[in-house]
């Protein structure tokens, strides 16, 4: 059955399976997210899409997207129908790029499954966006995943590819496999020993970027960070996998040296610095979201560290998601102003955080 | 029966009687504090007292004050004898000034009564220095309490008068009557709101001095001022007392107006305020002795508008006295680095606070 973003709310898992914590390495991977770019053949590019076409596009699309028997739980949402609350609630998922969300315009959609963690957006910067989303570090699972998607849509859409390079899509950098492999990372022990900058030049040279928390043009905040490959042009699918497999252990350890260092020498500062952190959330009346999703950080690390043994991190990571803007007005039932909206997030951290004890 | 500083802590009210909250107007008036100075007729003044002579004035007022029989706990203690730690708690405690306890050199002593909240310092800036503490505001009732005292120590000492100047004192704003009245305000709201430079300026044109938190030479800190008299010189005792009862009620009735202003119009801003130092003064694992006098400023203001209902004001105004550095270090049992202090006096702030949940 269709399901309307406003249902998420009614179900208990409501910041979704991809903020289960059961994914490897966890402690410091929070998600793994793959996305295919496609194009349609027969129609240009979004850049050379006049209104009429872009709505020809999407029609086609609609079609044969809500043919496919994908989840019991699908839905294709038109963004034309959606309140903008709605909009940014799916973007605060990463269910939908900034990109569809805020920067495009004309006709837009997304099809999705929440259970599965499944999307495709349509009139993105390519016709389709295909997108799967996982806990943890798991690159492989996803990617079979999303191929199998990627099958069931090609059986029904004509993609326009290129017997030479594979793929085409609208920036030359996707061409070829049109995939990108996106890691969230929380790194706040590297932040902390000021090695951050060391991983910024060792990723560059390995062909990696390193964005924020909401992914391309979105900036760093609570020390998340999304690493993700740069290029696909003229390399296959596994060869993208392992540049990104490859480095990503090294990642994870030198995260996770750097805490064992900071917990055995600065003890006192590190625990200190987790229950102000803790002490803020679970006291203050007013919050503003980079606020929250700082000091959110630092508790996640404190769990990670079993220092706040006392706290799931299933929980941390839940409340890292349901602090965002559109949830916060979405759990309130309305619009709410800036300041109305910092009232009540600090409110349901209090009171969320106050039922672990 | 004699008693050192050290015994203070094997008693339920550990932070002496003065920090109770029955005074008047204790919402604002934390405590009164009245002094006389008074010097001894046939030796020089504490200036002009050479080694031998500083020694004799002592021994002849320890002789004589040993004698009356003030209260059951009276004692009579050398600064000599004692630790800087032990030196350093009397100060704390508004015992002795910050003169007698790290200015001065010499034969130095307290006779005091910890549950009369008398004491009687030898050889401050004058031979004799009489004060007497209470909780709230109450200087009628402390200035009979020291009159009496007064009485009592010029039945033994001849005290150095001059006919018509009336006592002599070294420095010559103290002469005539050699009292002082200080009021410790805790003005938060006047300081929130900027007012407070309005305060300085009032108490300057009514010759009134403001001071920190420990008496003259001392910064503000957590919004705590002691107001008092400047010059005693031509004034009587009533006058003088009527010179700071007159002014009292109204910078009490100015910090309780913007209290309620705040309350009214802010009142988010003002309960994140208190709720957040609550949350960091009940989890953080290393403070400041700063630190702690700023938050439990916040919370103690919060405890008077009822908004922390679980939290006695006894206890706050008790952890004001208790988190300072001398007091953590005796109730450690050792002295401690300046780090091991704040380790400490964070596990006692949040171990007394959570008593109260």
């Known amino acids: 059955m269709a399901e309307s973003p406003r249902d998420w709310f009614a179900s208990t898992d409501s ?48 079609e044969r997207l809500k043919k496919l028997e994908l989840a019991a739980d699908q839905a294709y949402l038109r963004l034309a129908d959606l309140s903008s609350l709605e909009t940014e609630l799916l973007f ?25 963690n499944l999307s495709v957006m349509v009139n993105e910067e390519d016709h389709l966006r295909l997108q799967v989303l996982g806990p943890g ?22 993609y326009a590819t290129h017997p030479r390079f ?23 022990a590297l932040v902390w020993s000021k090695e951050i900058e060391k991983v910024f030049d060792a990723a560059g040279k390995m062909k990696l970027a390193v964005r924020g928390y909401h992914g391309e043009g979105t ?44 917990r055995k020498e600065k003890t006192r500062t590190l625990e200190d610095r987790i229950w102000r952190a803790y002490g803020v959330l679970r006291h203050a009346r007013r919050m503003t979201s980079t606020e929250a999703i700082e000091l959110l950080s630092s508790v996640r690390l404190g769990v990670c560290l079993g220092l706040l043994p006392q706290l799931p991190l299933r929980l941390v990571n839940e409340l890292l998601v349901l602090s965002q803007p559109a949830h916060v007005q979405l759990l309130a039932g309305r619009e709410l102003d800036d300041d109305s909206r910092d009232l009540a997030r600090a409110d349901y951290l209090r009171k969320r955080l106050a039922e672990t004890g």
């Open 15 to 62: 910041a979704g399976d991809w903020m289960a914590v059961d994914g490897p390495d966890h402690d410091i991977v929070v998600t793994t997210r793959i996305r295919l770019a496609r194009n349609v053949a027969g129609f240009p590019f979004r850049a050379r899409l006049d209104a009429a076409k872009a709505r020809a596009v999407e029609s086609h699309l609609a």
């Open 219 to 262: 900036s760093y905040v609570g020390d998340f960070f999304q690493v993700s490959n740069q290029v696909t042009l003229g390399k296959s699918v596994d060869r993208l996998l392992a540049d990104v497999t490859k480095v990503l252990p090294k990642l994870v350890d030198w995260e996770r040296d750097v805490r064992r260092g900071v």
């Open 92 to 116: 605060e998922r990463h269910c939908i790029s900034k990109d569809l969300a805020r920067e495009l315009d004309g006709p837009r959609a997304v099809f999705f499954s929440r259970r599965k």
């Open 137 to 158: 570090r798991s690159p492989e699972a996803l990617l079979e995943q999303l191929c199998d998607l990627d099958a069931r849509i090609g059986a029904q859409v004509a």
């Open 166 to 188: 594979g793929h085409l899509t609208s920036c030359p950098t996707n061409v070829g496999t049109g995939l990108r492999i996106s890691v969230m990372l929380h790194l706040p």
